[in-house]
Every structure is written in structure tokens, then in C-alpha cells.
T-cell receptor
């Protein structure tokens, strides 16, 4: 039972262009959404998050959009840089506090020079 | 402030042996989480611990797996009588408490021969 779906296993984007990574979820109880970035042989690194009371959160080149009615969120990276090449995981959670995270399978973003 | 530390980084075991994975959380963090990542999959939550207490072990297999976070020392994930299907990357994360962000260690890659 996949509660979190990242339907694009990989995405190739030209340097300088916009990267858009998508995430769909089924559990309507999720109310806080995190994005993690992972390089090979390293642990995931927190990137950006959004609460369900918002529909947009921006941090530098990274913006996350949330559409609660569609149970969909997306991560936009603009402009894309070579160092952005990594696997990106969507990780929603239920409630505040300290519960374990539910991760999607990830999208491997490849930035082409 | 050192990050989350995990050791060993790589562990090779033969079927039937025991595997012990260690995690030292970030300084000041009292919440520890263990996740497992199988090939081509996202991270799957296994167990959440606070000092001397297991808070949520809903993601941990009922047999052969156990976890602890003693008053002193690192958190230990123990896998008894390992099987080939246990081969995976095991990640530990920590948080200071009622926070939404979890900080991940570099992982331990377990290979069962």
C-alpha cells in the first residue's frame, strides 16, 4: 500500500532550466510535507518543507507547492545547477511532533550541462 | 556539532549470523529513528526510540529484529540470524524532540552472503 507516490523514477533537466519534481499521496491525514535530497553513499539531507495550512513555501532556488484537494505536491528548482543532481524524496507526515516519516521511492534528478 | 554518526559504514555477514548497527545521534538529540532502504525503494520507517524507551516499532519485523537506545551510548539495531533479504542500507536519524526535521546519518550498508 503505497501512501506516497513519486511516479517519475528519473528526470533529466538542462542546467539553468526549471526542475519540477512531483509527489502524490493518498493519506488525507498527512499535514506536513518534507523534501529530502540524497547523494549516493550518503544519508538524506533535509531540503524544504511545507505545512498543510500553506500552499507555497519558497527558500532560495527551491519552492514547494501543495494542492491539498488533489493530494499533490511539487518541488520546483530554478535555476537548476549541476550540484542539484541527486535523488529527491517526498516525505509527508501526520501531525506535529516526532513520528517516523513515510518516504516516496524518490526521483533521480540529473542536471545536464 | 558533529552530525549523526553510524558505524560500521559497511557490514558483511553470512546467513545465520548476527548484525549489530550502531547510531550516535547529534548532540542534544534524544529521539532516534531507524529506516531501511531496499534497492530501488524509498526509505521505510522501522522504529522510533527515545532514551531507554521504544516509542513506535510498527515498521520493524516482529522476528529477528530489535532496537535499543540505552541511557548511555549509541542506539543499536540488532538483526539476528540474518537472511539475504536483510541486505539493505540502514539509516539512522535523530531529532531534538518535537521538531519536524530529522537529521540522517550516512547509513550502514549491510550485505548478507
Amino acid at each position: 500500500d503505497q501512501q506516497v507516490k513519486q511516479n517519475s523514477p528519473s528526470l533529466s533537466v538542462q542546467e539553468g532550466r526549471i526542475s519540477i519534481l512531483n509527489c502524490d499521496y493518498t493519506n488525507s491525514m498527512f499535514d506536513y510535507f518534507l523534501w529530502y535530497k540524497k547523494y549516493p553513499a550518503e544519508g538524506p539531507t533535509f531540503l524544504i518543507s511545507i505545512s498543510s495550512i500553506k500552499d507555497k513555501n519558497e527558500d532560495g532556488r527551491f519552492t514547494v507547492f501543495l494542492n491539498k484537494s488533489a493530494k499533490h505536491l511539487s518541488l520546483h528548482i530554478v535555476p537548476s545547477q549541476p550540484g542539484d543532481s541527486a535523488v529527491y524524496f517526498c516525505a509527508p507526515r501526520v501531525g506535529g511532533g516526532a513520528d517516523g516519516l513515510t518516504f516516496g521511492k524518490g526521483t533521480h534528478l540529473i542536471i545536464q550541462p | 556539532n558533529a552530525g549523526v554518526m553510524q558505524n560500521p559504514r559497511h557490514l558483511v555477514r553470512r546467513r545465520g549470523q548476527e548484525a549489530r548497527l550502531r547510531c550516535s545521534p547529534m548532540k542534544g538529540h534524544s529521539h532516534v529513528y531507524w529506516y531501511r532502504q531496499l534497492p530501488e525503494e524509498g526509505l521505510k520507517f522501522m522504529v522510533y526510540l527515545q532514551k531507554e524507551n521504544i516509542i513506535d516499532e510498527s515498521g520493524m519485523p516482529k522476528e529477528r529484529f530489535s532496537a535499543e537506545f540505552p541511557k548511555e551510548g549509541p542506539s543499536i539495531l540488532r538483526i539476528q540470524q540474518v537472511v539475504r533479504g536483510d541486505s539493505a542500507a540502514y539509516f539512522c536519524a535523530s531529532s531534538p524532540g518535537q521538531e519536524n526535521e530529522q537529521f540522517f546519518g550516512p547509513g550502514t550498508r549491510l550485505t548478507v552472503l
